[in-house]
């Protein structure tokens, strides 16, 4: 399946309008100042408290009891005047799809909307921009986690739908329901939660569904993510009803017994009576529903017929302006260059690219590359593996890494990169977090010379990392020809605790491994799978002399030529059963399930659509082998992002056989995401495999964890890319590999040219595959959850070249090596439809591979 947004559009700054004299702005009601990160226990979960919030809210906004004054300016009486170009205020609940809408405006009104939290502005400030600067001519209210009765959850939001009577407003799923419930309505649980699952639609033809089918088979299906809905018995009459579902989201129902039964039809849209406010309960946005674009136009269309009534004089004054805004020392709030494009991630909304920062740094150093082809040598010297064993297999492989494409059939990947202790400007830089709640931590940079300084990060390892490529000057023709990115820099991993330099606000257990490791690569050698070819690089300052390294590596990969036939064979070994294995599992089979329970009561009440619930096991190997090990996972297990990773002065090794790719960039500026989820095991037989891979491709629940978090990923490089550019070429193929048949999609996106590669892999950390979405509030309950730090696992492992490009794996079917203690990690993602069982069998699959080689190898070391 290809779908795909709209073109690409060229950069627009956002607008505003000139200050609007004369505008009484109601202060009668405060607002809460309560963020969505504030925490309370509540059924094991550290999660925000309802009755709490509850609590809150019957000071602020009560339905049907609020001050009936509002900012209404003067009715429709003049024909629609065209805009050039609509300028939106879309609020962020704290949403992982927010961005999405922000991709589809961007290319609809002609201009980027400006995105703010739902708790960034006060009301005063909100009133500012909206009245005396007249800086918009709509409003979005995204989607979000939680309840409109929540003040933690909907912000600002019930206050702009009660008071802001005279501009358009468009509520999405949580926004929605907040219409609903700001006028009265009341908004309980649905009959059942329903998250990236489709129904049909049937309107009522009005102006938000202009040109769009109704009815039953008539095309019209959208995506809904949602737990909770605006009850329709209870909607007072200020509220129009405007579309309901029209038929069941799965086949359990009988289809005769939902059409006589009214009450099982949910409502999925609603309008004010008298004020330009539409709420829709679907998902618009998402990439399976159908429409959605048109919905979106309608809106602007709405917005234009609206505006185009009022005096004439409204729209000639409008002038294009830069719409930033920032806090100045009387305390109001003036616009000032650049907003939307420094505005890189609603975890942040003071965000400053750190493309920008870096380019005045201090310490500028000019790489020169230099490079050898050796064509159609690899198959003559045994491959990768004998060429890795050949070159850096000495000393037990210390201070070396490999990226190992070791699955490279149906062309999932073509190169491996491979080195060791280089040149004169190799180093290893490890990180560690200072403690669970901050940024900042503490890095150790280990010399050529093997000379090593501590230094403190106060503004993280990303600020860090991004100075450091920012400083790096290259010509760009010294890698013309090169078939492939890495091109020499920084190579290794970034574990999942680096999340607190994401927008979450702690870890709630510190790693016992450095939270990212990392060595410069001066000197590399590739592998291409596709024509044999083997490639030499050395990258030094230009500063300095060149070395002889090309010429000596040149000299044993000819002189290994002669010795190919001497290269190793592969171990072999009986399988062995994930049962009495010596690996500890931090969670028991009951408590897992237990677990996954807990996240489908959170999930039933709206706190999230889908958890990536994992665990963690372990066992003492003591002193074996971890290169070996490693070489006997990737016989076992071969995978396309696979790695070995040793840093021999922290104890660490890493085995790593992933399937999965988080993230990469490429030379031409794109991005590209290939997100799984949906696992199922290989059969005994090719009938009984093939049965298994239809199962998979056709399975309801599987399809719906996929397409949640390929919305996610849209998101996530929405948040970076050139408006129009996000787009999905592959949606739910079924891949298949050694041990497990696998659901992958791909998204793409063109990377905005003012922000830098670490600005993009900020966005997105986390991989959103190993979260659930929303992502913010996923990670906030997964930590309350979960027992322990996990690590490296979940975090990425990979390459950050000294040009700017990157590649990077998600750590899953991984066993890390610390202190003669194997780790492996492993869970699934957890939705409405998930069955305990079934998802404790799951998890127990995807360690199978990683766990089975560790006890193998174990047993075949004790044979030797």
Same mark, same amino acid.
């Given at each position: 399946?290809?779908?795909?947004?709209?073109?690409?559009?060229?950069?627009?700054?956002?607008?505003?309008?000139?200050?609007?004299?004369?505008?009484?702005?109601?202060?009668?009601?405060?607002?809460?100042?309560?963020?969505?990160?504030?925490?309370?226990?509540?059924?094991?979960?550290?999660?925000?408290?309802?009755?709490?919030?509850?609590?809150?809210?019957?000071?602020?906004?009560?339905?049907?009891?609020?001050?009936?004054?509002?900012?209404?300016?003067?009715?429709?009486?003049?024909?629609?005047?065209?805009?050039?170009?609509?300028?939106?205020?879309?609020?962020?609940?704290?949403?992982?799809?927010?961005?999405?809408?922000?991709?589809?405006?961007?290319?609809?009104?002609?201009?980027?909307?400006?995105?703010?939290?739902?708790?960034?502005?006060?009301?005063?400030?909100?009133?500012?921009?909206?009245?005396?600067?007249?800086?918009?001519?709509?409003?979005?209210?995204?989607?979000?986690?939680?309840?409109?009765?929540?003040?933690?959850?909907?912000?600002?939001?019930?206050?702009?739908?009660?008071?802001?009577?005279?501009?358009?407003?468009?509520?999405?799923?949580?926004?929605?329901?907040?219409?609903?419930?700001?006028?009265?309505?009341?908004?309980?649980?649905?009959?059942?939660?329903?998250?990236?699952?489709?129904?049909?639609?049937?309107?009522?033809?009005?102006?938000?569904?202009?040109?769009?089918?109704?009815?039953?088979?008539?095309?019209?299906?959208?995506?809904?993510?949602?737990?909770?809905?605006?009850?329709?018995?209870?909607?007072?009459?200020?509220?129009?009803?405007?579309?309901?579902?029209?038929?069941?989201?799965?086949?359990?129902?009988?289809?005769?017994?939902?059409?006589?039964?009214?009450?099982?039809?949910?409502?999925?849209?609603?309008?004010?009576?008298?004020?330009?406010?539409?709420?829709?309960?679907?998902?618009?946005?998402?990439?399976?529903?159908?429409?959605?674009?048109?919905?979106?136009?309608?809106?602007?269309?709405?917005?234009?017929?609206?505006?185009?009534?009022?005096?004439?004089?409204?729209?000639?004054?409008?002038?294009?302006?830069?719409?930033?805004?920032?806090?100045?020392?009387?305390?109001?709030?003036?616009?000032?260059?650049?907003?939307?494009?420094?505005?890189?991630?609603?975890?942040?909304?003071?965000?400053?690219?750190?493309?920008?920062?870096?380019?005045?740094?201090?310490?500028?150093?000019?790489?020169?590359?230099?490079?050898?082809?050796?064509?159609?040598?690899?198959?003559?010297?045994?491959?990768?593996?004998?060429?890795?064993?050949?070159?850096?297999?000495?000393?037990?492989?210390?201070?070396?890494?490999?990226?190992?494409?070791?699955?490279?059939?149906?062309?999932?990947?073509?190169?491996?990169?491979?080195?060791?202790?280089?040149?004169?400007?190799?180093?290893?830089?490890?990180?560690?977090?200072?403690?669970?709640?901050?940024?900042?931590?503490?890095? $150790? +940079?280990? &010399?050529?010379?093997?000379?090593? !300084? #501590?230094? =403190?990060?106060?503004?993280?390892?990303?600020?860090?990392?991004? *100075?450091?490529?920012?400083?790096?000057?290259?010509?760009?023709?010294?890698?013309?020809?090169?078939?492939?990115?890495?091109?020499?820099?920084?190579?290794?991993?970034?574990?999942?605790?680096?999340?607190?330099?994401?927008?979450?606000?702690?870890?709630?257990?510190?790693?016992?491994?450095?939270?990212?490791?990392?060595?410069?690569?001066?000197?590399?050698?590739?592998?291409?799978?596709?024509?044999?070819?083997?490639?030499?690089? $050395? +990258?030094? &300052?230009?500063?300095?002399?060149? !070395? #002889?390294? =090309?010429?000596?590596?040149?000299?044993?990969?000819?002189?290994? *030529?002669?010795?190919?036939?001497?290269?190793?064979?592969?171990?072999?070994?009986?399988?062995?059963?994930?049962?009495?294995?010596?690996?500890?599992?931090?969670?028991?089979?009951?408590?897992?399930?237990?677990?996954?329970?807990?996240?489908?009561?959170?999930?039933?009440?709206?706190?999230?659509?889908?958890?990536?619930?994992?665990?963690?096991?372990?066992?003492?190997?003591?002193?074996?082998?971890?290169?070996?090990?490693?070489?006997?996972?990737? &016989?076992?297990?071969?995978?396309?992002?696979?790695?070995?990773?040793?840093?021999?002065?922290?104890?660490?090794?890493?085995?790593?056989?992933?399937?999965?790719?988080?993230?990469?960039?490429?030379?031409?500026?794109?991005?590209?995401?290939?997100?799984?989820?949906?696992?199922?095991?290989?059969?005994?037989?090719?009938?009984?495999?093939?049965?298994?891979?239809?199962?998979?491709?056709?399975?309801?629940?599987?399809?719906?964890?996929?397409?949640?978090?390929?919305?996610?990923?849209?998101?996530?490089?929405?948040?970076?890319?050139?408006?129009?550019?996000?787009?999905?070429?592959?949606?739910?193929?079924?891949?298949?590999?050694?041990?497990?048949?696998?659901?992958?999609?791909?998204?793409?996106?063109?990377?905005?040219?003012?922000?830098?590669?670490?600005?993009?892999?900020?966005?997105?950390?986390?991989?959103?595959?190993?979260?659930?979405?929303?992502?913010?509030?996923?990670?906030?309950?997964?930590?309350?959850?979960?027992?322990?730090?996990?690590?490296?696992?979940?975090?990425?492992?990979?390459?950050?070249?000294?040009?700017?490009?990157?590649?990077?794996?998600?750590?899953?079917?991984?066993?890390?090596?610390?202190?003669?203690?194997?780790?492996?990690?492993?869970?699934?993602?957890?939705?409405?439809?998930?069955?305990?069982?079934?998802?404790?069998?799951?998890?127990?699959?995807?360690?199978?591979?990683?766990?089975?080689?560790?006890?193998?190898?174990?047993?075949?070391?004790?044979?030797?």
């Amino acid at each position: 399946m290809n779908f795909a947004l709209c073109s690409n559009l060229s950069e627009i700054a956002s607008p505003c309008l000139e200050r609007q004299k004369n505008i009484t702005i109601n202060k009668s009601i405060a607002t809460s100042s309560i963020r969505a990160s504030d925490l309370a226990n509540k059924d094991g979960f550290r999660v925000s408290s309802h009755d709490s919030r509850k609590a809150v809210l019957s000071t602020q906004y009560v339905p049907g009891q609020l001050d009936g004054s509002c900012l209404m300016g003067e009715p429709l009486s003049k024909p629609r005047q065209k805009l050039e170009f609509v300028r939106t205020l879309l609020i962020d609940n704290y949403d992982s799809y927010t961005y999405n809408i922000y991709q589809e405006l961007s290319v609809i009104n002609g201009i980027p909307p400006v995105v703010v939290r739902n708790d960034e502005w006060t009301w005063e400030e909100a009133c500012y921009y909206i009245y005396e600067e007249r800086a918009f001519d709509n409003i979005v209210i995204s989607p979000g986690p939680g309840s409109p009765a929540c003040p933690t959850d909907i912000g600002i939001c019930l206050r702009l739908l009660l008071e802001c009577a005279d501009i358009p407003i468009l509520g999405v799923c949580l926004g929605h329901q907040a219409l609903g419930y700001v006028h009265g309505a009341e908004v309980v649980h649905a009959f059942e939660p329903v998250h990236g699952r489709l129904s049909e639609i049937q309107h009522n033809g009005c102006r938000l569904f202009d040109g769009i089918p109704s009815g039953r088979n008539s095309g019209f299906k959208v995506v809904r993510y949602h737990s909770l809905i605006v009850d329709a018995k209870s909607l007072p009459k200020e509220l129009i009803p405007l579309a309901w579902t029209c038929s069941p989201v799965d086949q359990k129902f009988d289809l005769t017994s939902y059409e006589s039964q009214p009450n099982m039809k949910v409502l999925m849209g609603i309008m004010h009576s008298t004020r330009p406010h539409y709420g829709l309960q679907f998902h618009p946005e998402s990439i399976a529903t159908c429409h959605g674009s048109q919905i979106f136009k309608n809106f602007r269309d709405i917005t234009e017929d609206f505006w185009g009534s009022k005096d004439s004089s409204s729209i000639s004054e409008r002038k294009l302006q830069y719409n930033a805004c920032t806090q100045v020392g009387n305390g109001s709030w003036q616009f000032k260059e650049d907003f939307t494009r420094a505005y890189l991630s609603p975890f942040n909304t003071n965000h400053v690219s750190m493309y920008k920062m870096a380019q005045s740094s201090n310490g500028v150093k000019f790489l020169r590359l230099q490079w050898r082809k050796l064509e159609n040598l690899s198959c003559q010297v045994g491959g990768a593996k004998n060429i890795f064993l050949k070159l850096f297999g000495d000393d037990k492989a210390e201070k070396t890494f490999w990226l190992d494409s070791a699955s490279t059939e149906k062309r999932r990947a073509r190169f491996s990169f491979m080195g060791g202790k280089g040149g004169s400007l190799w180093k290893q830089i490890t990180f560690r977090l200072s403690d669970q709640s901050t940024t900042g931590g503490y890095i $150790s +940079i280990e &010399d050529a010379q093997g000379l090593s !300084t #501590t230094t =403190l990060l106060e503004d993280g390892f990303f600020h860090y990392m991004n *100075k450091e490529l920012q400083s790096i000057r290259y010509d760009e023709k010294d890698y013309e020809g090169l078939p492939f990115e890495f091109h020499g820099g920084y190579i290794g991993y970034l574990g999942y605790g680096l999340k607190v330099e994401c927008g979450v606000p702690n870890n709630r257990y510190k790693a016992k491994t450095p939270d990212a490791c990392f060595f410069f690569a001066d000197n590399l050698t590739v592998i291409d799978h596709s024509n044999n070819d083997v490639y030499i690089l $050395s +990258i030094h &300052d230009q500063t300095e002399k060149t !070395t #002889t390294w =090309l010429d000596d590596m040149e000299q044993k990969l000819t002189t290994m *030529k002669t010795s190919a036939s001497k290269s190793l064979s592969s171990q072999t070994s009986a399988r062995v059963m994930l049962t009495n294995t010596g690996f500890g599992l931090d969670k028991t089979r009951e408590e897992y399930m237990e677990d996954v329970e807990k996240c489908q009561k959170v999930i039933k009440d709206g706190e999230s659509y889908e958890l990536c619930l994992t665990t963690q096991m372990r066992k003492t190997i003591g002193d074996i082998d971890p290169l070996g090990l490693y070489l006997h996972l990737r &016989d076992k297990n071969p995978a396309p992002y696979a790695a070995w990773l040793n840093f021999e002065k922290e104890n660490l090794t890493i085995c790593c056989s992933s399937p999965e790719r988080f993230l990469r960039l490429d030379r031409d500026g794109v991005l590209e995401a290939k997100p799984i989820k949906g696992t199922i095991a290989r059969g005994s037989t090719p009938e009984e495999d093939e049965m298994l891979r239809s199962q998979l491709q056709h399975s309801e629940k599987d399809q719906a964890e996929n397409l949640m978090i390929v919305d996610l990923l849209r998101n996530d490089l929405g948040r970076v890319c050139e408006p129009g550019s996000v787009h999905v070429p592959r949606l739910m193929d079924v891949e298949s590999y050694a041990t497990v048949h696998t659901m992958v999609s791909t998204v793409r996106g063109k990377k905005r040219s003012d922000l830098s590669a670490i600005d993009c892999v900020r966005a997105a950390f986390p991989g959103g595959s190993m979260t659930g979405a929303p992502k913010l509030r996923s990670m906030e309950l997964l930590d309350s959850l979960e027992s322990c730090s996990r690590g490296i696992y979940s975090g990425c492992i990979g390459f950050f070249s000294y040009n700017q490009t990157f590649d990077l794996n998600i750590v899953i079917r991984t066993v890390v090596v610390h202190k003669g203690e194997a780790s492996v990690g492993a869970g699934g993602a957890i939705v409405a439809l998930s069955s305990p069982e079934q998802e404790y069998k799951e998890m127990v699959l995807k360690a199978t591979a990683p766990v089975n080689a560790v006890v193998e190898f174990e047993h075949m070391s004790l044979e030797e």
